[in-house]
Nanobody
Framework: QVQLVESGGGVVQAGGSLTLSCVVS????????FAWYRQTPGKQREYVAI???????AYADSVKGRFTISRDNAKNTVYLQMNSLKPEDTGVYSC????????WGQGTQVTVSS
C-alpha cells in the first residue's frame, strides 16, 4: 500500500520560511519522481515543483527562486523548502508520486499572513 504523509505546515508571516516534508512508503522511492502541489478553496490544484529520480528539478513560475524541492533517498522523504513566503502561497500542500493520480498524501496546511 502506497502512503505519503506530509508534515511541516503552519502559520507564518509574509517573508517567513517553512520546510515541508513528505515521507513515502510502499513504493520504490529511488526510481520515482515526486511533485508538490497546492490547493486553495475555489481553485484547482496547482503544480508547485517536481524532482526526478536523478535529482533534476523544475518549478512553477510563481515559486521559482523562492522554493526548493529536494529528496533524501535514505529516508524516503521529499522536502519543500519555502522562503520569502507571500499570502498568495497560502493553501493545502500535497505531495504526489508523479504520474500516478492515485498516490497522494493528505496534505498539510500552509497559511501566510500579511
Amino acid at each position: 500500500q502506497v502512503q505519503l504523509v506530509e508534515s511541516g505546515g503552519g502559520v507564518v508571516q509574509a517573508g517567513g520560511s517553512l520546510t515541508l516534508s513528505c515521507v513515502v512508503s510502499g513504493i520504490s522511492f529511488r526510481s520515482n519522481e515526486f511533485a508538490w502541489y497546492r490547493q486553495t478553496p475555489g481553485k484547482q490544484r496547482e503544480y508547485v515543483a517536481i524532482i526526478t529520480s536523478g535529482d533534476s528539478t523544475a518549478y512553477a513560475d510563481s515559486v521559482k527562486g523562492r522554493f526548493t524541492i529536494s529528496r533524501d533517498n535514505a529516508k524516503n522523504t521529499v522536502y519543500l523548502q519555502m522562503n520569502s513566503l507571500k499570502p498568495e502561497d497560502t493553501g493545502v500542500y500535497s505531495c504526489n508520486v508523479y504520474g500516478y493520480q492515485d498516490y497522494w498524501g493528505q496534505g498539510t496546511q500552509v497559511t501566510v499572513s500579511s
